[in-house]
T-cell receptor, first 113, second 119 residues
């Protein structure tokens, strides 16, 4: 079964403080992991994906297959980071075929000045 | 706007009525997804298409729900005999699936959603 768990519903941090959003997954095959973000009154959009190994808006995420985790981190939170963050997983169906996206329940991040 | 569009944006209906939502994906995208989102929850997978083929349906998709993508372009999601528990935001997303490439799973582009309220 494919499952994504985000244990924190709400994270409240001060501006300039580090922030870490936890994501754990369950998938028996080879998954691809993503973080999606939804700012107030905007559509869900991709923040980053583990394959690209990029840092986007100061955020990074490392896939830890041993711990089946894909935590999102930023060393210094900014007020504009306040948003809803969703971890998502897409599983490999066959050698060349990838399947559906499964989302976690989301973590609301509130950055206060 | 060349993004994913959904129609209608809001729908209020009485219990027992049928409703239909339409999604127009980004034109070159071969995959199209439907999700349902209720308050405080992440998007829950309902079904997805690759071109016109419906590849998977969630157990959440009861017999009252049907989705089509007849020509591999726009899609419709119909709910028959609506119930109050169907009240939710219905999200559509599209992507390009590039099998065999470095990034086989294309980024999902979401629409703004269709909010259903069943009275």
């Amino acid at each position: 079964a494919q499952r994504v768990t985000q244990p924190e519903k709400l994270l409240s941090v001060f501006k300039g403080a580090p922030v870490e959003l936890k994501c754990n997954y369950s998938y028996s095959g080879s998954p691809e992991l993503f973080w999606y973000v939804q700012y107030s009154r905007q559509r869900l959009q991709l923040l980053l994906r583990h394959i690209s190994r990029e840092s986007i808006k100061g955020f990074t995420a490392d896939l830890n297959k041993g711990e089946t985790s894909f935590h999102l981190k930023k060393p210094f939170a900014q007020e504009e980071d306040s948003a809803m963050y969703y971890c998502a997983l897409s599983g490999r169906m066959t050698t060349d075929s990838w399947g559906k996206f499964q989302f976690g329940a989301g973590t609301q991040v509130v950055v206060t000045p | 706007d060349t993004g994913v569009s959904q129609d209608p944006r809001h729908k209020i209906t009485k219990r027992g009525q049928n409703v239909t939502f339409r999604c127009d994906p980004i034109s070159e995208h071969n995959r199209l997804y439907w999700y349902r989102q209720t308050l405080g929850q992440g998007p829950e997978f309902l079904t997805y298409f690759q071109n016109e083929a419906q590849l998977e349906k969630s157990r959440l998709l009861s017999d009252r729900f049907s989705a089509e993508r007849p020509k591999g372009s726009f899609s419709t999601l119909e709910i028959q005999r609506t119930e109050q528990g169907d009240s939710a935001m219905y999200l559509c997303a599209s992507s390009i699936s590039r099998e065999g490439s470095q990034f086989p799973t294309g980024e999902l582009f979401f629409g703004e959603g269709s909010r259903l309220t069943v009275l």
